[in-house]
């Protein structure tokens, strides 16, 4: 019994003591890391729209913090069609508050970033973020153009 406690205790410290969440996949979440994600693909909304369906969802907007998250959400957009999602799928960044000053929805800044060339250019009032599918990277907005988009959540999900 001590030595299944010190496997145990080993294998935590392994895998970072982080439980790994049981995301619903069969209503089409995905695991990354700590959190479940959903690529809304098959629908488009404006970002307020496709945040308030994230929330209802019991998610938000996804917020990308490492360069590892970003490949991930990259990869499995790679898998869906550019019809009807659009070029882009909202993410949950926004500078809505302040030009220039970019944030997720949860009020944090940014702490990794992979913006597409020449942006954020704030062109005629772009205030809120969207991830280019054939390539990753992140561009400043519109915010009532209709497009996929991506939820997140870190809370478990009842499988």
Known sequence: QRMLLKLLSFAAVLT???PSPQCDLANGWMTYGSNCYKFKSDTRKSWTSARHDCVAD???LVSITSA???QFVT???ALIQQSPT???MWMGGHDSMTEGGWEWT???PFRFIHWNAGNP???YGEDCLSML????YWNDDNCEYKRGYICLSSNLHTI
């Open 133 to 136: 599918i054939n390539n990753g």
């Open 68 to 70: 590892g998250e970003n």
């Open 16 to 18: 970072g003591a982080n």
């Open 75 to 77: 990869s499995n957009m």
């Open 121 to 123: 250019d704030d062109y």
């Open 106 to 108: 949860d009020g944090s």
């Open 58 to 60: 019991g998610a938000d």
């Open 86 to 88: 659009g070029i882009s």
